[in-house]
T-cell receptor
Framework: AQKVTQAQTEISVVEKEDVTLDCVYE???????LFWYKQPPSGELVFLIR??????QNEISGRYSWNFQKSTSSFNFTITASQVVDSAVYFC???????????FGSGTKLNVKP | DTEVTQTPKHLVMGMTNKKSLKCEQH?????MYWYKQKAKKPPELMFV???????INESVPSRFSPECPNSSLLNLHLHALQPEDSALYLC???????????????FGPGTRLTVL
């Protein structure tokens, strides 16, 4: 069975706080990709990152960082020094390589207040 | 050009109308997708076109009819819709390697559809 769980439905922080969005996944496949997408109020989903299951290196891109741990089946996303423009719904997603399936988590709505 | 465009932005239609949603990309992507998204839910996959052929149909009712006239265009024809079909319809495209979902998808801004 394939499943992506984002247990945090909604998070509110004050600007400049750090915030971590959790993503836990289930898959029996050994080769898969994990993704994070951002959906601002305008509606368009924006790709943030893709991670191959064989690459457990953490990644940092500016204020964004991702922690991939196969041992706990987690792919968490941290925003450092959050800004109001980070307010959006964030989706974690999974696809087993070569399968014609794409599994979105339910999303986490992040509210960053000034 | 890393943009996916969708028209119209908003559409209101009656249950007896026929309308079409349009999507266009010029990134040379060979996989294109239609998703339906209800409020506060993740997108749900409807159709995938791979190299202009329908490769995935997620058991979508026949009142939704996709069409891929060429590698840059994707249409969704709507006929006899129900009020519960009101949603945001998102188009996306991606390069395709082994499978259509292996690469990042580029999404359009969506068409917000209301069925009266």
């Amino acid at each position: 069975a394939q499943k992506v769980t984002q247990a945090q439905t909604e998070i509110s922080v004050v600007e400049k706080e750090d915030v971590t969005l959790d993503c836990v996944y289930e898959t029996r496949d050994t080769t898969y990709y994990l993704f994070w997408y951002k959906q601002p109020p305008s509606g368009e989903l924006v790709f943030l990152i893709r991670r191959n299951s064989f690459d457990e290196q953490n990644e940092i891109s500016g204020r964004y960082s991702w922690n991939f741990q196969k041992s706990t089946s987690s792919f968490n996303f941290t925003i450092t020094a959050s800004q109001v423009v980070d307010s959006a719904v964030y989706f974690c997603a999974l696809t087993p390589v070569g399968f014609n399936k794409f599994y979105f988590g339910s999303g986490t709505k992040l509210n960053v207040k000034p | 050009d890393t943009e996916v465009t969708q028209t119209p932005k908003h559409l209101v239609m009656g249950m007896t109308n026929k309308k079409s949603l349009k999507c266009e990309q010029h990134m040379g992507h060979r996989a294109m997708y239609w998703y339906k998204q209800k409020a506060k839910k993740p997108p749900e996959l409807m159709f995938v076109y791979s190299y202009e052929k329908l490769s995935i149909n997620e058991s979508v009712p026949s009142r939704f009819s996709p069409e891929c006239p060429n590698s840059s265009l994707l249409n969704l024809h709507l006929h006899a819709l129900q009020p519960e079909d009101s949603a945001l319809y998102l188009c996306a495209s991606s390069q395709e390697t082994r499978g259509p979902f292996d690469n990042e998808q580029f999404f359009g801004p969506g068409t917000r559809l209301t069925v009266l």
